[in-house]
């Protein structure tokens, strides 16, 4: 299927980018200018800010509570942005969504981002912020069930590296990974898939992009050949949680993804791999608008169902 039609008009609209080296303070700043204002905001029963106080310091998070109950299974959701964009606002509305269609209080990590902060300080921020609302139990409201980890693009990197972390630390209280578009192998090596080629130019994140974009982070110290930073070279995947990934048909991370999913099964663990046809990376954050897009969110509220 070619790509969708609103998403090629979209992108046909965007300004060529600037030449040079990549500046984060300014991509930053276009980026939080794209968001909405909160009366603009799909609304929920609450919306607070609180900072997590964790063992890897104090973390800003962001809770989403849909409607008023006892008790609440949670999701911990990690944005994407290249490990160097993204933000508790930028992000704002999926976590908004992921609450209203799930029916889970949701907590949206501030976690720490490069290039100010080296490998792994963003990763040690999401493992402790799980392990904190694990802990707060009463005061989050939790059902001591549902305990998902969720996260798009370079935020599924550290869905895959918290599943792993947790799993060999012998903490057993998440239930589900899911990953929209992740990025779970930061050897961008043209030929390792083919979509890395099929993709490479016209659909919005581009191959030849993705070093340089990545490049903060590889450059603070993270080692694509460590399975914490690329999770689909992790030997065994043996015992991890159960797992819905979601691809976009035209990502050129869509292969790395579906590989994870492949290999999970191969080791017993349950997953879903579920490819969005017509779609580039970051649909889950640009285009849920679109109903046939929209609908990975009810999706994710079966795939947490089915437990």
């Not at 609304?43 to 409607?67: F, N, Q, S, W």
């Not at 799993?167 to 043209?190: A, E, K, M, N």
């Not at 050129?252 to 969005?276: C, H, N, Q």
């Amino acid at each position: 299927m070619t790509l969708h039609p609103e998403i090629a008009r979209f992108f046909a609209g965007l300004p060529t980018p600037p030449e040079g080296p990549l500046d984060p303070a300014a991509m930053r700043a276009e980026e939080e200018s794209h968001v909405a204002p909160p009366d603009e905001r799909l609304p929920l029963h609450a919306v607070d800010d609180m900072i997590a106080k964790t063992t890897a310091g104090e973390v800003p998070v962001r809770i989403y509570t849909p409607a008023e109950a006892d008790e609440y299974g949670l999701i911990v959701y990690f944005h994407g942005g290249a490990f160097f964009l993204g933000s508790l606002e930028t992000h704002d509305h999926v976590a908004r969504s992921l609450a209203d269609e799930t029916g889970l209080k949701v907590v949206s990590v501030g976690y720490r981002r490069a290039p100010e902060a080296a490998f792994p300080a963003g990763l040690d921020d999401c493992y402790a912020v799980v392990r904190w609302a694990a802990a707060q139990g009463g005061a989050l409201a939790w059902d001591g069930t549902t305990l998902a980890v969720a996260g798009d693009s370079s935020g599924g990197t550290f869905v895959a590296a918290v599943a792993a972390m947790a799993h060999d630390d012998g903490f057993d209280r998440i239930t589900h990974q899911i990953l929209y578009c992740p990025s779970l192998d930061l050897d961008f090596d043209v030929d390792r898939y083919p979509s890395l080629r099929e993709n490479a130019v016209g659909y919005g994140v581009e191959t030849a992009a993705l070093k340089p974009f990545n490049a903060f982070y590889l450059d603070s110290g993270a080692d694509p050949a460590d399975p914490l930073v690329s999770p689909v070279k992790r030997p065994d995947l043996s015992g991890l949680p159960p797992a819905l990934v979601v691809t976009a048909e035209h990502d050129p991370m869509r292969d790395e993804g579906e590989l994870y999913g492949r290999r999970l099964r191969e080791a017993g663990v349950e997953a879903t791999v579920s490819r969005y046809a017509g779609a580039g990376h970051g649909f889950v954050q640009h285009f849920a608008w679109l109903p046939e897009y929209g609908r990975v969110f009810a999706q994710t509220r079966d795939f947490l169902g089915r437990r």
